[in-house]
């Protein structure tokens, strides 16, 4: 079996707020690549629940936060489509994206 690593190295200041993160994927040819922000989640089909770990830079734009959940709920709407294929529960979730979007003010 082949094995494969994503990881993500993360410099916390004094307080333990992140700094600098920088993200690695050698199948996909990224190589300490900044980011300011990242999201991942993953399913512990014992307890039946999403665990989460949630970071961002302390110098992350607000705009550029609006931003990135925007297209985080976005992915999320196609991920459940091609899971489920229940095309209206997706455009519902997509729907409720562009009121996300419009009432942070990303879009008008």
């Known amino acids: 079996m082949r094995k494969t690593?994503?990881?993500?190295d993360v410099?916390?200041?004094e307080n333990h707020i992140p700094e600098t993160m920088t993200w690695n994927a050698q199948d996909g040819g990224i190589e300490?690549?900044?980011t300011k922000a990242t999201?991942?989640?993953?399913?512990?089909?014992?307890?039946?629940e999403a665990l989460r770990i949630d970071l961002w830079t302390k110098?992350?734009?607000v705009d550029q936060m609006k931003m990135f959940l925007h297209q985080i709920l976005v992915s999320l709407a196609n991920t459940y489509e091609r899971a489920t294929g229940e095309e209206d529960v997706a455009k519902w979730?997509?729907?409720m994206a562009e009121q996300?979007?419009?009432k942070s003010a990303i879009r008008m």
């Open 39 to 48: 999201m991942i989640s993953v399913w512990d089909d014992k307890a039946m």
């Open 100 to 102: 996300f979007a419009a």
């Open 59 to 61: 110098d992350m734009p």
């Open 93 to 95: 979730m997509e729907e």
């Open 5 to 8: 690593q994503i990881t993500i």
């Open 11 to 13: 410099e916390l200041d």
């Open 32 to 34: 300490a690549q900044e």
